[in-house]
């Protein structure tokens, strides 16, 4: 999941070099383009990316439209099952993960990095008080940590699934080693920039200068992945039939042109967080040396850099100039923006750490004291190989549930239909443990759930499960990223869009 850009890269000038931990520079892999190495030794189960990623949610992609990104979901989407995606589309949901997610290269047997989780929040800038609400994803801090220990110069692999490497005629080699003083000189540091909450209010997350950083020095690699304008449109079929167009949260994402069919996802650490700030702007972009800046095309792949304007000092934001345009465009949907009617009081990342939702109440109990409309329960179960088969000659059964169910692709929705306490037990000091709670649910299918885990119709499936393996989720739909309200806009790039690429007119364009 590299650019195929192999050109010789030239002796770049980084800011403290010395200090990075993680670089880009040529995989190890035949035909691998881009990859990410460790200069740092690494012991097994370290965090590689103390700061995490973003996880951005691609939902219900327009059939029709769909193939204007066609290498984005090819080469670097991921299931967004996997990435707390579960319920935000009900046809299909891909992931999108800027950083290690994306820029390392992938390995069958020989991946060296895992995948966490990522967490949820929104920064409290709620649907009812925040014209932010619904412009960022909720989904943050997905790290990655290495599985053995690495040695300095080591390059990082990660698995993308068995198929991978034989469809893009890669070869499954050794181990791939450099000279960390080689990946000094000629590597782009990864870790100039981290996340966190910005200093603009309404923005949302921000980028952070992790040490000083030089004027003139490239703080980031900005690889790029063209995609149209039309990929971008959600065709939302709701339940009841009908269906509704929207624009995707990736969006917000990408560089463009209000007078161009083309936008730029930039893939690599940190640099798609970077704010609009036209009076303290501190950073700008510039086309790599060697980039082929040619007429657009759906399948190319390029790359900029980010630079320093000016000194720059450890946690600083940084800012980039988007352009008067998309100032404009903000400026005015703030003053015209009204809350949203959805129930704002509740959130299901929220309830999930509410000590006042420990207890879950029976769908009985939820006749009488329902949870908000926007939000069900949900249970983390799998079927048992060849289930499926056994339930369709029959039309209830109760399965078994174990901890190792715990896993994101097994989250489903569930109704609750009853909760009792287990039998009190003794500790071996003799002492009484607190009677824990077990809770009997109905097990449903969800959208995207694999084949070989959907119930059949008219079948109930009944399991119990304790406390740990039930969440609280958000309808499809009704997240805030779906907001009819939400901005959306892509960061302008001004003066380094190229003109040969404005193929819209100015008044062609929304």
């Known amino acids: 999941m590299s650019s195929s850009d192999q050109a010789n890269v030239p002796n770049i000038q980084q800011n403290r070099a010395d200090e990075c931990t993680l670089v880009m520079a040529p995989s190890g892999l035949e035909n691998g383009g881009w990859g990410i190495f460790t200069l740092t030794p690494r012991i097994k ?23 204007g990104m066609r290498r984005l979901v090819w ?10 995606g579960h319920y935000e589309g009900f ?41 932010g609400a619904g412009a960022f994803t909720h989904h943050d801090n997905y790290t990655w940590t290495a599985k053995k220990d690495l040695d300095a110069g080591d390059e990082i692999f990660i698995s993308y699934g068995e198929h991978w490497m034989n469809e893009r005629s890669l070869t499954d080699g050794t181990a791939w080693k450099r000279d960390v003083s080689d990946l000094r000189q000629f590597g782009y540091c990864l870790d100039n920039i981290i996340p966190g909450t910005s200093l603009i209010e309404h923005a949302g997350r921000g980028a952070f200068a992790s040490r000083d950083l030089e004027q003139d020095s490239i703080i980031a690699p900005v690889p790029l992945l063209s995609l149209s304008r039309s990929s971008l449109e959600i065709l ?52 790599r040396e060697g980039s082929e800046v040619i007429p657009h095309s759906l399948n190319a792949k390029y790359m900029l850099e980010m630079i320093a304007l000016r000194d720059i000092s450890k946690g600083e934001e940084i800012y980039l100039d988007y352009g008067s345009e998309s100032e404009e465009a903000w400026k005015t949907h703030v003053d015209k923006w009204q809350p949203d009617p959805v129930d704002v009081k509740h959130y299901a990342h929220k309830m999930n750490t509410d000590t006042n939702f420990s207890e879950i109440r029976t769908l009985e109990e939820q006749q009488t004291n329902p949870y908000p409309a926007s939000i069900f329960t949900s249970c983390y179960y799998k079927l048992e190989p060849n289930a499926i088969d056994k339930l369709k000659t029959t039309k209830q059964s109760v399965g078994t549930y174990n901890p190792s169910m715990i896993t994101p692709r097994n989250l489903r929705p569930c109704l609750v239909i009853q909760r009792r306490e287990l039998p009190a037990s003794s500790s071996r ?36 499960v304790p406390r740990e393996a039930i969440l609280f989720s958000e309808k499809t739909y009704t997240s805030d990223q779906h907001l009819v309200n939400a901005f959306r806009k892509e960061i302008g790039l001004g003066d380094a869009f190229p003109e040969q690429w404005k193929d819209h007119s100015k008044t062609a364009t929304t």
């Open 429 to 464: 000091e003799g002492k009484e443990v607190h009677n824990a709670l077990v809770y009997t649910v109905h097990v449903l299918n969800r959208p995207t759930l694999d084949a070989a885990q959907r119930i059949p119709r008219g079948h109930r499936h009944y399991v119990n």
């Open 75 to 84: 080469d670097y989407l991921w299931e967004g099952q996997l990435l707390a």
């Open 45 to 67: 189960d370290e965090v590689l990316n103390q700061y995490g990623d973003v996880v951005i949610q691609i939902t219900d992609p327009n059939p029709h439209t769909a193939a």
């Open 236 to 287: 939302k079929k709701r339940q009841d039939g009908t269906v509704e167009k929207a624009t995707q949260l990736l969006l917000n994402y990408c560089y463009g042109h209000a007078n161009s069919s083309t936008l730029l996802f930039p893939y690599s650490n940190g640099v798609n967080m970077v704010n609009h700030h036209s009076a303290k702007a501190n950073v700008k972009l510039r086309w």
């Open 91 to 131: 046809q299909r949901v891909y992931s999108a993960v800027p950083g290690i997610g994306s820029l390392a290269n992938g390995r069958t047997k020989g991946y060296n990095a895992v995948g966490g989780y990522p967490s949820v929040g929104n920064l409290g800038l709620d649907r009812g008080l925040s014209p």
